[in-house]
């Protein structure tokens, strides 16, 4: 009997039927991931299975017995819960507080909580003092919180969506050590990822959800990830390949010169060239050189510095250095100078919570306030561009006068980026730019810069994902210790290749 039995389920929002007649059985011990395209349904499915979300029709059973939740404490109480792909922790919480809210063990004494807490963070590789306030952690600690939490409880069914999205590969191999542990408890998992190599690495099965089914239930060792791709979108799907080799086939616009790709870059091809880079005690001296339309990548652990020297790059932290050069430009950064770079920079989470989730994507896009608007000419080619976008971009929407929280999570990303890169100029700064993304998607952001690059803007990707990386760079830089311990250079080599590389290099460093 399995533990977890769902029998045609189905769940429309207005017009628009997500899941049409969903059914399958995961085991006690399990470990099933679910994947699909952006806003095919899988944190719908998750929070049904949660009792987040009421399903319109359709049975479960847990353990034989009929499963209805009227709640998530509902569900919780009968042993489901789940680490939900956009979750936000009442920053005014400690970790210690946030990791047993809710649970049993809730009441016990301030001592004992953060024993327990500690444990429980260890767990998941969480090196954080269970007295920090939630409002202080990045917000990828948060998905860990979480999955601490869950193990905190007598759960017996657990979603797990979306949690490995924003994390290192070292912390993903962590984050699988906890479902490991979970399924020899005899505990159910259900895995929701895009991060389709990863994945494949944990579960047993996979379920692929498309048009509103269950279209494909196969073992984990009988599907490799363009396989599985290809059965995500529905159709066949080609390797990424490397961004370079895309560019030279490209045929550039008459007005954009073709570059060599050498190196050192000429004077007048240089976009950005920082010397000694330092932030005192985090950021030990590195040199960066950006060529116009270039895309270099940076990486590395938490404590690295790479958020860091981001951080200087965008003048969110202050910096000191030897020469910055930004078109042509020489200007001096510090304290006395009183100067920062201040390079425009998207960050997925602050970005899209930027955006108003109760403001319609026609607006959201439009950026105008509609009083405003009194031409009407212009209001109807403001539109026409916001329905190329939406089209473009492949949003599961049936209006651009759907609200924007209402959206998927990798629909509500696609939207929040094109719209920051529409005015994106010269040389920015982008956070993980294909977070969350299935691979369609991760092919239209990247169009969307070689779009900006071609037309010379130069661009800096910070990410912990090294598919994103390798798909998305011309090189990357692993940082280690405050400094760029190496680069690696993308060109003339396939994608998964610079992928291992990547990884081999951040994992000696
Ligand atoms: N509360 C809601 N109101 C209206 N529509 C909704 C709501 N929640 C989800 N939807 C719609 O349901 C569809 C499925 O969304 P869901 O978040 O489940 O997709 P997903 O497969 O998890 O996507 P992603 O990979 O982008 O996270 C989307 O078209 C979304 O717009």
Same mark, same amino acid.
């Given at each position: 009997?399995?533990?977890?039995?769902?029998?045609?389920?189905?769940?429309?929002?207005?017009?628009?039927?997500?899941?049409?007649?969903?059914?399958?059985?995961?085991?006690?011990?399990?470990?099933?991931?679910?994947?699909?395209?952006?806003?095919?349904?899988?944190?719908?499915?998750?929070?049904?299975?949660?009792?987040?979300?009421?399903?319109?029709?359709?049975?479960?059973?847990?353990?034989?017995?009929?499963?209805?939740?009227?709640?998530?404490?509902?569900?919780?109480?009968?042993?489901?819960?789940?680490?939900?792909?956009?979750?936000?922790?009442?920053?005014?919480?400690?970790?210690?507080?946030?990791?047993?809210?809710?649970?049993?063990?809730?009441?016990?004494?301030?001592?004992?909580?953060?024993?327990?807490?500690?444990?429980?963070?260890?767990?998941?590789?969480?090196?954080?003092?269970?007295?920090?306030?939630?409002?202080?952690?990045?917000?990828?600690?948060?998905?860990?919180?979480?999955?601490?939490?869950?193990?905190?409880?007598?759960?017996?069914?657990?979603?797990?969506?979306?949690?490995?999205?924003?994390?290192?590969?070292?912390?993903?191999?962590?984050?699988?050590?906890?479902?490991?542990?979970?399924?020899?408890?005899?505990?159910?998992?259900?895995?929701?990822?895009?991060?389709?190599?990863?994945?494949?690495?944990?579960?047993?099965?996979?379920?692929? @959800? $498309?048009?509103?089914?269950?279209?494909? #239930?196969?073992? =984990? /060792?009988?599907? !490799? +990830?363009?396989?599985?791709? %290809?059965? *995500?979108?529905?159709?066949?799907?080609?390797?990424?390949?490397?961004?370079?080799?895309?560019?030279?086939?490209?045929?550039?616009?008459?007005?954009?010169?073709?570059?060599?790709?050498?190196?050192?870059?000429?004077?007048?091809?240089?976009?950005?060239?920082?010397?000694?880079?330092?932030?005192?005690?985090?950021?030990?001296?590195?040199?960066?050189?950006?060529?116009?339309?270039?895309?270099?990548?940076?990486?590395?652990?938490?404590?690295?510095?790479?958020?860091?020297?981001?951080?200087?790059?965008?003048?969110?932290?202050?910096?000191?250095?030897?020469?910055?050069?930004?078109?042509?430009?020489?200007?001096?950064?510090?304290?006395?100078?009183?100067?920062? @770079? $201040?390079?425009?920079?998207?960050?997925? #989470?602050?970005? =899209? /919570?930027?955006? !108003? +989730?109760?403001?319609?994507? %026609?607006? *959201?896009?439009?950026?105008?306030?509609?009083?405003?608007?009194?031409?009407?000419?212009?209001?109807?080619?403001?539109?026409?561009?916001?329905?190329?976008?939406?089209?473009?971009?492949?949003?599961?929407?049936?209006?651009?006068?759907?609200?924007?929280?209402?959206?998927?999570?990798?629909?509500?990303?696609?939207?929040?980026?094109?719209?920051?890169?529409?005015?994106?100029?010269?040389?920015?700064?982008?956070?993980?730019?294909?977070?969350?993304?299935?691979?369609?998607?991760?092919?239209?952001?990247?169009?969307?810069?070689?779009?900006?690059?071609?037309?010379?803007?130069?661009?800096?990707?910070?990410?912990?994902?090294?598919?994103?990386?390798?798909?998305?760079?011309?090189?990357?830089?692993?940082?280690?210790?405050?400094?760029?311990?190496?680069?690696?250079?993308?060109?003339?080599? %396939?994608?998964?290749?610079?992928?291992?590389?990547?990884?081999?290099?951040?994992?000696?460093?």
């Amino acid at each position: 009997m399995a533990l977890l039995q769902v029998e045609r389920l189905t769940k429309s929002f207005g017009g628009r039927r997500v899941l049409r007649d969903v059914s399958f059985g995961i085991d006690g011990g399990e470990i099933v991931g679910l994947v699909g395209s952006n806003g095919a349904g899988k944190s719908t499915l998750g929070d049904i299975l949660a009792g987040v979300t009421a399903a319109d029709s359709g049975q479960m059973t847990l353990s034989g017995h009929p499963y209805a939740p009227l709640s998530a404490a509902d569900a919780r109480l009968l042993g489901v819960d789940v680490v939900q792909q956009q979750v936000r922790i009442d920053p005014g919480l400690t970790v210690a507080q946030a990791v047993v809210r809710g649970t049993s063990q809730s009441g016990r004494p301030q001592p004992e909580l953060r024993r327990q807490a500690g444990v429980l963070l260890a767990e998941v590789g969480l090196d954080v003092d269970p007295d920090t306030r939630v409002g202080d952690l990045p917000y990828f600690v948060h998905g860990l919180v979480e999955t601490a939490r869950v193990l905190a409880e007598d759960t017996r069914f657990v979603v797990l969506d979306e949690v490995s999205a924003a994390l290192l590969p070292l912390e993903v191999t962590r984050l699988h050590a906890v479902a490991g542990r979970l399924s020899r408890q005899g505990r159910g998992v259900l895995y929701i990822s895009h991060r389709l190599p990863e994945m494949l690495e944990v579960v047993d099965r996979v379920l692929v @959800l $498309r048009d509103g089914v269950i279209a494909l #239930d196969s073992p =984990a /060792d009988c599907l !490799d +990830p363009v396989r599985l791709a %290809a059965e *995500t979108m529905g159709e066949p799907v080609s390797l990424p390949a490397p961004r370079v080799a895309a560019t030279l086939a490209r045929s550039a616009p008459d007005d954009v010169p073709v570059r060599a790709s050498t190196w050192p870059a000429p004077a007048d091809d240089v976009a950005l060239r920082v010397r000694n880079l330092r932030v005192p005690g985090r950021v030990e001296g590195v040199d960066l050189l950006l060529r116009h339309g270039e895309v270099v990548g940076l990486t590395g652990h938490r404590s690295s510095g790479v958020r860091e020297i981001a951080g200087a790059l965008s003048g969110e932290l202050p910096a000191v250095t030897g020469e910055v050069v930004l078109h042509g430009e020489h200007r001096t950064l510090g304290p006395a100078a009183g100067e920062a @770079l $201040r390079l425009p920079a998207y960050h997925p #989470d602050d970005d =899209a /919570d930027g955006v !108003d +989730p109760g403001e319609t994507i %026609a607006r *959201t896009l439009t950026q105008e306030p509609w009083g405003a608007l009194s031409d009407l000419r212009r209001e109807i080619a403001s539109l026409r561009g916001v329905i190329r976008t939406v089209h473009r971009l492949d949003v599961k929407t049936l209006s651009i006068r759907t609200v924007f929280g209402a959206l998927s999570g990798g629909d509500q990303h696609k939207l929040a980026l094109a719209r920051w890169m529409a005015s994106a100029q010269d040389v920015v700064v982008l956070h993980e730019p294909t977070r969350g993304l299935d691979v369609r998607s991760r092919q239209q952001v990247r169009q969307l810069l070689d779009e900006a690059t071609a037309h010379g803007t130069s661009v800096v990707v910070v990410s912990v994902d090294p598919d994103e990386l390798a798909e998305c760079c011309d090189r990357v830089g692993i940082v280690s210790g405050g400094r760029v311990a190496r680069w690696i250079d993308t060109r003339e080599l %396939a994608v998964d290749a610079v992928r291992d590389r990547i990884v081999e290099a951040a994992t000696v460093a």
